[in-house]
């Protein structure tokens, strides 16, 4: 082919991490996920309506208040971190596929698009597609030093074809 295109099916290599949610629901990861946030906005709440019996007013108007409040929040914060927290990382040849707690949950699918650069931080790995940056926390992928190296070759692919079509 003149193309320089390869008539054999690109290998396509899927790493996760420990907090993919596997065959979840949405409803399911969500719920297991409000936990903890639900409990943070929850302590004010509870430590208001504590004062107030104290005191010896009635906490019902602010229980009812604070409730939806907490709950808004929580919840907001919820699926904000699952759409944020990459759990799997897809990468075929130069192009690399990272998709959310959220996204594996909802079996929604990103579009490839190609890597701009990776950076070890202490924390993790800092991965640049386009516009947008993704950490790999550290904790999250036991495999990281795997992951790392296949998305520095993926990177490495894009740079060649852009110097190639650049010096053409």
């Given at each position: 082919?003149?193309?320089g295109e390869?008539?054999?099916p690109?290998?396509?290599?899927?790493?996760?991490?420990?907090?993919h949610p596997?065959h979840?629901?949405?409803?399911a990861?969500?719920?297991?996920?409000?936990v903890?946030?639900l409990a943070?906005?929850?302590l004010?709440v509870?430590?208001?309506?504590l004062?107030?019996m104290?005191?010896?007013?009635?906490?019902?108007g602010w229980?009812t208040?604070?409730?939806p409040?907490?709950m808004a929040?929580a919840?907001?914060?919820?699926?904000?971190?699952?759409?944020?927290?990459?759990?799997?990382?897809?990468?075929?040849?130069?192009?690399?596929?990272?998709?959310?707690a959220?996204?594996?949950?909802?079996?929604?699918?990103?579009e490839?698009?190609?890597?701009l650069?990776?950076r070890?931080?202490?924390s993790?790995?800092?991965?640049?597609?386009?516009?947008?940056?993704?950490w790999l926390i550290?904790?999250?992928?036991?495999?990281?030093?795997?992951?790392?190296k296949?998305?520095l070759l993926?990177a490495?692919?894009f740079?060649?074809?852009?110097?190639s079509?650049?010096a053409s």
């Open positions: 082919m003149d193309s390869s008539t054999h690109v290998q396509e290599q899927v790493h996760l991490s420990v907090l596997g979840r629901s949405v409803a990861l969500f719920g297991a996920e409000l903890r946030p943070a906005c929850m004010p509870m430590l208001g309506a004062s107030f104290l005191v010896g007013r009635d906490p019902l229980l208040t604070g409730f409040i907490a929040l919840s907001s914060w919820t699926v904000f971190q699952l759409r944020r927290r990459v759990v799997e990382v897809r990468i075929r040849e130069e192009a690399v596929r990272l998709r959310s959220w996204q594996v949950a909802s079996n929604q699918r990103d490839w698009v190609s890597l650069d990776v070890r931080e202490p993790g790995l800092l991965v640049t597609l386009g516009h947008d940056s993704r550290v904790q999250d992928w036991p495999d990281l030093a795997r992951v790392e296949s998305l993926s490495e692919a740079r060649r074809r852009v110097q079509s650049l």
